[in-house]
Structure formats: structure tokens, C-alpha cells
């Protein structure tokens, strides 16, 4: 089999957060008697780095005050995913168990935090089926440039990203990938993309993409 990689976003496209960052966003708020942050403002930031989530988190207050406050939330809600766990989306296992025996499995998040994709792979008994997981925040890395790492480190020959946000898609096509988009997730699209309403769909979607040229 040649060497190709599937690569995958982790909020709205392998597991769904919302319910647990709100919860760690709000003890963070409360902490501090900070604003309620808003179901929406924590729905608006998924895909974001830290300084996108601050604007929507604390719009009232400078980047240089509100950041750390998110960096907390984002700590606290990694303690919070590894004890209560996220949604998984229908079939995770399943697909992952059919992609893995093909091709090598990957994750790039725009997290500051590797811990952050740990809490999926831990709360989710999924670790044996990854080759590796990236987390560009972390790296000093943006997501394109986590991909274009992925494929580096491993000399994959072709490989895809699967995500649910514009941002992914201009992050593929940046690190020169190819794109899926799960249109159950969390953002919108406005290009043209292979598409998935589910993961049922994902591996008939990889072979499709990886067979065009």
C-alpha cells in the first residue's frame, strides 16, 4: 500500500465539546467575575486559535488581558475532557478501524496544548489507531503549516485533511492536501469540496479523493 495519510481535525468532525468548554469557560468566568460566556461565543471559536476565541469569549476586554483568561479555560477544559469526555460523533470507531488498515492516521488541532488531542484519544480508546497528533498552538505552528509537518515528518505521498470549517479547507489547500468536509460539524464552506454528512461516508470519500490525480 503506498504511504498516503488521512489527517483529521478533532472539534466538529470527530467529537463535539461544546457542552464541556462551556462549562470550563464559565468557571473561569465566574472565577474571576468575568461576562457569561454565551453557548454562541464558544460555538463561534471552535477551529480558532486562542486570540480568535478571546475576541469572542471577552469581546469587552484587550487581547492582552483576555488571552490569559483563555488560556485557563482552555487548561481547565482539557482537565475537564480527560475526566467527562466529548461527544463522539456516530462511527468514529468504525471508521477509524476501516481507514487505519490503509492508510496511516493523523490529527493536526490549532490547540496550544498537545494534552488537548491526549483527552480525545484517552476518553475515546482510540490511541492504537493514530500514527501521530500535532498541535499547532503548540508548535508555534499555524494548522497549514501542522499539515505540511505531518506529511513532511512522515514522507506521505498524498494525504487528506478532514475538517468542518473554512479555515480547514484554506489550510489544506495551503499545505497543498487534499479536502473532505463534515458538513455536520461545527462551520460553513464556501467552496467547492468533497462532502460528508457523516463518517459512515468517510472512507468511500478518502478512496475517492486519493484516486484523483
Not at 53 to 82: M, Q, R
Not at 175 to 192: K, Q, S
Request: net charge negative; with cysteine; hydrophobic share 40%.
Amino acid at each position: 500500500m503506498k504511504n498516503y495519510g488521512v489527517i483529521f481535525d478533532l472539534d466538529g468532525t470527530l467529537w463535539d465539546v461544546a457542552g464541556v468548554t462551556h462549562k470550563s469557560a464559565n468557571e473561569v468566568a465566574k472565577k474571576y467575575g468575568l461576562n457569561y460566556v454565551t453557548e454562541k461565543a464558544i460555538l463561534d471559536s471552535f477551529g480558532l486559535p486562542k486570540e480568535g476565541s478571546a475576541k469572542n469569549f471577552f469581546p469587552h476586554l484587550p487581547l492582552d488581558v483576555s488571552v490569559p483568561y483563555v488560556e485557563e479555560i482552555i487548561s481547565l477544559n482539557i482537565d475537564n475532557l480527560f475526566k467527562l469526555g466529548g461527544r463522539l460523533y456516530p462511527n468514529v470507531i468504525p471508521m477509524l478501524e476501516e481507514l487505519s488498515r490503509d492508510y496511516g492516521l493523523f490529527i493536526v488541532t490549532n490547540s496550544p496544548q498537545r494534552r488537548y488531542a491526549e483527552s480525545f484519544i484517552y476518553s475515546s480508546n482510540t490511541g492504537k489507531y493514530f500514527r501521530e497528533y500535532y498541535s499547532a498552538g503548540e508548535l508555534g505552528l499555524t494548522k497549514a503549516q501542522a499539515i505540511k509537518k505531518t506529511v513532511n515528518d512522515f514522507k506521505l505521498q498524498k494525504a487528506v485533511y478532514v475538517g468542518d470549517t473554512q479555515t480547514d479547507c484554506d489550510s489544506a489547500k495551503e499545505a497543498g492536501v487534499g479536502f473532505i468536509y463534515a458538513d455536520y460539524g461545527f462551520g460553513n464552506l464556501d467552496a467547492e469540496a468533497v462532502t460528508v454528512s457523516g463518517l459512515d461516508e468517510l472512507p468511500a470519500a478518502v478512496k475517492r479523493v486519493f484516486s484523483e490525480k
